[in-house]
């Protein structure tokens, strides 16, 4: 795919959420960006976790470099907005993908959630 048919793939509105934990194990949003453009391909993946266990992901939203998101950050939450709608998906994992013309830059992420 190249670079062109990737950037335009990315249409559907994406709100990008960073969560905080308090002492009750509640969680907050720390901040937020509901300006981002990604792509959020729906179907179950089985991955495995930091931790080696086997999670049924529902999505995967696939985010552009330039994002906001930190994959070394535990807490995450992403809404979609558009075109359709679906909150709250919990992000189970965040994989970088590298640039295919340039080593070692980040082209996008591809983010599991469910």
């Avoid at 696939?62 to 709608?85: A, E, M, V």
Wanted: aromatic letters at 8%; charged letters at 25%.
């Amino acid at each position: 795919m190249s670079i062109a048919a990737f950037n335009k793939m990315m249409n559907h509105s994406i709100t990008l959420k960073k969560m905080q934990r308090n002492a009750a194990a509640d969680f907050s949003v720390l901040s937020s960006d509901d300006t981002l453009k990604g792509f959020v391909q729906y179907g179950n993946n089985l991955i495995i976790n930091e931790k080696g266990e086997k999670i049924l992901s529902t999505a995967i939203v696939f985010l552009k470099d330039d994002c906001g998101i930190d994959i070394n950050y535990p807490y995450w939450k992403i809404d979609q907005t558009s075109p359709q709608t679906r909150t709250d998906m919990e992000v189970l994992k965040i994989d970088p993908i590298d640039h295919p013309l340039q080593a070692g830059k980040t082209h996008h992420f591809e983010v599991m959630v469910r």
